[in-house]
């Protein structure tokens, strides 16, 4: 006789489930969420005369009519290379502000505003120049495989991170709803694997079928 497990597996109308886990890309379009082009970061985020890099800072004055309208264009990104940084450290730089380290027993009391403008001053570092294309977006054209996703399908126009830090702790949240503590990548782990359980680990006890399709290596081998 068949299980009540399998009963409510079997009625459930979702048959097949999709989690594709990309590089952060972004498609800029000024009618989203009210951007207008005036947002923008200091180069020295607690210097008030400090220069200011506005998103989309490709301006230009076209005419519409008889009247004449600065135009912002946020999609001037192409390859961007190097990567803006994306450890622990340097988001938390990008999102208080100031450097990692210097206020940081301040910000654990709660007593530092999250003022998300320290993008520009920390990517400054990385490369002089950089923020320039960092504070702007990509065009369609130039993702094809996001461009296709987002025409199919319906997307999401804000987006949270599990812990703002690089890729591999957050594919183990993906994958199993923590880091096991972790904030940066470490080799030495990876190779010796996690050991908490898994989505397709639930997903195996509970009868149901799954496939991984990778390009290097399947994020379950990260795991023990």
Not at 67 to 80: A, D, I, K
Request: charged share 20%.
């Amino acid at each position: 006789m068949p299980s009540e497990a399998s009963s409510t597996i079997n009625s459930c109308p979702i048959k097949t489930i999709m989690v594709l886990v990309e590089e952060n890309r972004s498609f800029i379009n000024p009618e989203i969420d009210g951007v207008t082009g005036k947002e923008y970061n200091l180069i020295v985020a607690k210097d008030p005369d400090s220069e200011r890099v506005y998103f989309g800072n490709l301006q230009l004055d076209l005419c519409k009519g008889s009247q004449l309208e600065r135009v912002y264009f946020g999609n001037q990104s192409e390859y961007v290379d190097p990567d803006p940084a994306h450890s622990f450290q340097a988001i938390y730089e990008q999102v208080f502000g100031v450097p990692w380290g210097q206020q940081s027993s301040s910000v654990n009391k709660g007593s530092v505003a999250t003022t998300m403008n320290g993008f520009v001053q920390q990517t400054e570092i990385v490369e002089k120049g950089l923020s320039e294309t960092m504070m702007n977006g990509f065009r369609p054209e130039v993702i094809p495989v996001y461009k296709e996703l987002v025409s199919q399908f319906a997307v999401c126009d804000r987006w949270f991170v599990s812990l703002p830090s690089s890729a591999q702790p957050n594919r183990l949240f993906v994958h199993s709803a923590t880091s096991h503590g972790y904030i940066s990548r470490d080799t030495k782990k990876l190779i010796q694997g996690f050991p908490q359980k898994t989505i397709f680990d639930s997903l195996d006890d509970a009868g149901l079928s799954f496939g991984i399709y990778y390009a290097n290596l399947p994020s379950k081998l990260l795991y023990r």
